[in-house]
């Protein structure tokens, strides 16, 4: 999903703004929410990364089964893919993206240019609540132990931050933007 045609001018980009972030986390905690309103903040494209998962694993995650490592390798090269033809055409990108282990954020990070995720952490009940309001989405809310289970968190020596979702959206998505500034101005 990109953000639609409009005759409004983008905002201007953050300085210091990566080429990519990648607002990861587990079902429920806010991906596209508080990408989609980075995206609106900084002139950035937006990337739904659900958007790019191959028709077989949409089935398989409808009928409550879990992705395996099989399943995700062609999901997160036309993910990195994607963010590469972004940089290419000189824009930068905010995109949603579980990223739950290691191995599939550096899949990512081998995209042209800078790569910083943004964790989006949160409590599982608080979670689970939020996944059970959705309608249309085809994540089952059965899955969530599951990726829980899988979660890897971010690695110091990753370049990312965590951010707590019990706040607001615009809460959320504002501290992001404050992280980003201030790692631009110190990079």
């Known amino acids: 999903m ?5 005759s409004e001018p983008d905002p201007p980009a953050l300085p210091g703004l990566p080429d990519h972030v990648v607002v990861m986390g587990v079902a429920g905690s806010g991906k596209t929410t508080v990408a989609q309103l980075l995206a609106d903040t900084t002139g950035a494209a937006f990337v739904e990364a659900d958007d790019l998962h191959p028709a077989a694993n949409v089935v398989k ?10 399943d995700r390798a062609p999901w997160l090269a036309a993910i990195r893919d994607r963010m590469d033809a972004e940089a290419r055409a000189g824009r930068r990108t905010v995109l ?13 990070a081998t ?7 943004v964790h989006l952490d949160g409590d599982p009940e608080l979670l689970a609540a939020r996944i059970a309001a959705r309608t249309g ?7 969530l ?13 990753e370049d990312g931050y965590v ?18 500034v201030h790692a631009g101005q110190t990079s």
């Not at 949603?96 to 990512?108: E, F, G, I, K, M």
């Not at 995209?111 to 995720?117: E, I």
């Not at 989405?137 to 899955?143: D, G, I, K, S, T």
């Open 137 to 143: 989405h085809f994540m089952p809310p059965a899955l």
């Open 111 to 117: 995209a042209t240019g800078r790569v910083v995720f």
């Open 61 to 70: 995650m409808s009928a409550g089964h879990a992705l395996d490592d099989d």
């Open 145 to 157: 132990a599951s990726q829980l289970a899988t979660l890897e968190p971010l690695d110091p020596d």
């Open 2 to 6: 990109t953000r639609p045609e409009t």
């Open 96 to 108: 949603t993206c579980s990223a739950l282990r290691r191995p599939y954020r550096d899949v990512l």
């Open 163 to 180: 951010v707590d979702v019990t706040p607001p959206p615009e809460t959320v998505a504002g501290a992001v933007r404050v992280l980003l």
